[in-house]
């Protein structure tokens, strides 16, 4: 971050306009990674927040006409309720564990729009889990309760779609020795996703794939174009699943590589296009300026 306090999107004109485009379309989704998308990174995940703003714009942006809001992360659907402090009341899509998890079905509308298409895929606690990914998560269930075994003070949580190993309060040995026979049972195995967190190892089957997410949340939403803003190698497969040339706007936040047909520096100018798209939104004739 410069310290600057200029809209990023001031001196690129580019970026403006395809704000301006995609804002004029009758129903559109808007869809953003958490940690490096809207929260700086922090040692410890638990501490990180969306910066100043962020989630009074994504509030505002919901509560417009014909505006989907979701929040796509690989975090566990409650610690992003936590981080986020979003709830059903916002009007806000949460999707966590690289899909695997959502509030969707807090709204206690799935009978409404069950037929749409998509959304069934997306329900709180409904399983994604192939036949493969099943039998997957069977074994890496057997291996860490082995590990859980030889090391009795370690904890299991099991979720929809993984498995992990808690170390939280273990004797720092005994931590790390669990942790790494947890860590190699995710390398034995190739169609299990290692995810490395604070005193916990999750072993998914689920394959990140945001690509999956976005494209089921547009069905979902029935949104003539999406917007999706991210900043790591997993939003690719989001970047990937939209087309510019049909309305989608794919912003990529940071350096590096990307799909993205566009791009911010950092957070802060995540905000600053968010409020863009919300003034155009709002007052179509006199947000150019
Ligand atoms: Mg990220």
Do not use: W
């Not at 962020?54 to 659907?77: C, F, H, I, Q, W």
């Not at 799935?110 to 994604?128: I, M, P, V, Y």
Request: aromatic residues 2%.
């Amino acid at each position: 971050m410069t310290g600057d306090d200029r809209p990023v999107t001031e001196d690129n004109p580019q970026l403006r306009i395809a704000v301006a485009a995609f804002a004029s379309r009758p129903r559109v989704l808007v869809a953003v990674d958490f940690d490096g998308t809207l929260a700086p990174f922090v040692i410890d995940p638990l501490q990180a927040r969306a910066v100043p703003g962020a989630l009074e714009v994504l509030r505002a942006a919901a509560a417009l006409s014909g505006v989907t809001v979701a929040v796509v992360s690989g975090r566990d659907l409650a610690t992003l309720e936590m981080l986020t402090g979003i709830g059903v009341q916002d009007g806000i899509t949460l999707v966590g564990s690289h899909g695997a998890q959502t509030n969707l079905g807090d709204q206690g509308d799935q009978g409404q729009e069950g037929d749409r298409g998509g959304r069934g895929s997306l329900t709180r606690g409904a399983s994604l889990l192939d036949a493969e990914a099943t039998a997957s998560l069977s074994v890496v269930r057997g291996e860490l309760d082995a590990i859980r075994t030889r090391y009795p003070a370690a904890r299991l949580e099991q979720k929809p779609a993984a498995v992990a190993l808690h170390t939280r309060g273990l004797d720092p040995s005994v931590a790390a020795a669990a942790t790494a026979a947890a860590l190699e049972v995710g390398q034995r195995y190739p169609h299990v996703h290692v995810m490395p967190g604070k005193d916990v190892v999750e072993l998914t089957v689920l394959e990140p794939d945001k690509g999956r997410v976005v494209r089921a949340l547009a069905r979902a939403a029935g949104s003539d174009a999406t917007l999706y803003l991210g900043d790591d190698v997993t939003d690719e497969k989001a970047f990937a699943a939209l087309d510019p040339a049909s309305g989608d706007l794919t912003v990529k936040v940071g350096d590096g590589e990307t799909l993205a047909a566009q791009r911010v520096p950092d957070q802060i100018s995540v905000v600053h296009l968010l409020n863009l798209f919300v003034a155009h939104r709002q007052n179509p004739d006199n947000s150019q300026t």
